[in-house]
């Protein structure tokens, strides 16, 4: 039966593409305004090309690996998903696509785990390049899928291939996920979707505790209303005030995953432990925000 499912899914990945692309890409970006930090310069389309880059980026396996302690990267060249592993099994973060289910099976095994051993899917926000695949993860493991409140409307409008979206459990602000004795704290960051969800957890290594967030995205629209402005303000605050030292990110991009993969060596300091940097993609995001108000206001006058 689960191969059944499987092979459905590698079947119907042109038209996953389809669904669930479009509410991440769709219309694409002006290359307007630019902005400058840390260094690097920043406009809207390069921001989204940076963290999708191509199909293939998408749906192609990046090295599983272990970030820290008992939290491993499972997803693509582009597209994150994160495995918490607990004695009283795992947690599985970010379906991407429900066309890379499979990928992220495969990466799983790869680690030496059973996907069947998820326990619990959590998604960071309900686009579909994170969270179309949920349905296929649930019909595969029997997982408990759990929302953002905000989210829920978005996430019942996502069917691909004509499948309900899974919610056991809704959640709001502050609210918390336990297993097997790790607990990931919900923090509504909310403007790139209104329920987006940044994650808190904690992490040992080497003796020691590390805090770790695993972040929502803070990319805004080409137009910033005064709702969505309203949620970016807060949000923008929020981030700033979570505990890291650990900075992960729904497009490994958003935390150089691929430049700290390649530092990773036995004996050597963990590159993804790096408190410094935790809140540069924030840094890089708000001044885009910030820029793209200024635009729309000038553009007014």
């Given amino acids: 039966m689960k191969s059944n ?26 290359d307007h305004p ?7 310069t920043f406009t809207p389309r390069t921001i989204l090309s940076r963290n999708m880059g191509t199909r293939e980026d998408q749906e192609t ?36 696509y429900e066309r890379n289910v499979p990928v992220i099976k495969k990466s799983v095994e790869d680690l030496g785990f059973k996907f069947s051993d998820i326990k619990i899917l959590l998604g960071n926000h309900a686009h579909g390049d994170h969270m179309e695949g949920d349905a296929a993860v649930k019909q595969l493991t029997g997982a408990q899928v759990v929302s953002m409140a905000e989210d829920v409307p978005a996430l019942k409008a996502m069917k691909p291939g004509g499948k ?13 996920v336990n297993l097997g004795g790790v607990t990931l704290t919900a923090h509504l960051t909310a403007g790139h979707t209104h329920g987006c969800t940044s994650w808190t957890t904690t992490a040992q290594e080497g003796g020691k505790t590390y805090n770790v967030l695993l972040g929502c995205s803070l990319r805004a629209p080409a137009n910033v209303t005064p709702d969505i ?8 605050k929020v981030v ?5 030292d650990v900075q992960l990110g ?5 935390y150089n995953m691929q430049e700290k993969y390649a530092k990773l060596k036995a004996g050597a300091p963990n590159p993804f432990i790096s408190p410094k940097t935790c809140f540069d993609e924030a840094d ?3 001044a885009m925000y910030h820029a793209l108000v200024d635009e729309q206001k000038a553009a007014k006058r």
């Fill in 5 to 30: 499912i499987i092979a459905s899914l590698l079947a119907g990945g042109a038209l996953a593409f389809t669904t669930g692309e479009a509410a991440a890409q769709n219309p694409p970006p002006p």
């Fill in 34 to 40: 630019s902005v400058t930090v840390h260094g690097q």
């Fill in 61 to 96: 396996q990046f090295p599983p690996h272990k970030i820290i302690g008992n939290i491993y990267y499972v997803g693509t060249r582009t597209l994150s998903s994160f495995l918490i592993v607990t004695p009283q099994g795992n947690i599985l973060m970010d379906s991407t």
């Fill in 164 to 176: 309900e979206h899974p919610i056991d459990r809704v959640i709001h602000d502050g609210d918390t």
């Fill in 229 to 236: 402005a309203a949620e970016f303000d807060r949000s923008f």
């Fill in 240 to 244: 700033r005030t979570l505990p890291c």
């Fill in 250 to 254: 729904d497009h490994g991009a958003q």
């Fill in 284 to 286: 890089v995001e708000e």
